[in-house]
């Protein structure tokens, strides 16, 4: 494509959306009490899902990423560490850099267990703290026949 051509077609575009804005939206699904027009939904099962998949990490990186103790049997000095020792006491310089090696590797597998433990935690609690949060709001904002005010006629007082 010529390069005037492309710019014929960008002015075209331009003069044919030069009206005004337009933002592209989904249409309202209704549902979720009220009108449906502006109104705010979480989905707890949401919240749920992510920090039940943290506590799964959590859970199989405490079993598995022990590197330290891998090998041993016993819970105590793994087989890379037996290793190192034993080059160590060869003179090896290999058997520090394998010593760091786990070093490493288990200050970083404590805090990805300790962030993994965070975000469970966290997700939990914004779960049942939001939860709280609605039944509050739900029980001060009621219409007079006991049925819930909408976010989009809550919008209406602050014009």
């Known amino acids: 494509m010529a390069w005037d051509e492309w710019e014929q077609l960008k002015t075209a575009a331009a003069k044919k959306h030069s009206a005004g804005m ?3 939206h989904l249409p309202d699904a209704g549902g979720g009490g009220g009108s449906g027009a502006g109104d705010l939904v979480v989905h707890q099962d949401d919240l749920g899902a992510v920090g039940h998949e943290a506590f799964i990490l959590h859970d199989r990186l405490s079993k598995q990423g022990d590197i330290a103790a891998a ?3 016993q819970g105590s000095e793994g087989s890379t560490m037996q290793a190192a020792a034993v080059l160590k006491s060869h003179n090896f310089t290999t058997a520090s850099v394998m010593e760091l090696a786990v070093d490493l590797w288990t200050s970083r597998t404590k805090t990805l267990l300790q962030a993994c433990a965070d975000i469970s935690n966290h997700l939990d609690f914004t779960k049942k703290q ?3 949060d609605d039944d509050q709001i ?3 904002l009621l ?3 006991g049925s819930g005010v909408s976010a989009s006629v809550l919008n209406e007082y602050f014009k």
Do not use: V
């Open 143 to 145: 219409n007079r026949d």
């Open 71 to 73: 090998g041993s049997g």
């Open 130 to 132: 939001h939860a709280q």
């Open 22 to 24: 337009q933002l592209n």
């Open 138 to 140: 739900a029980a001060s």
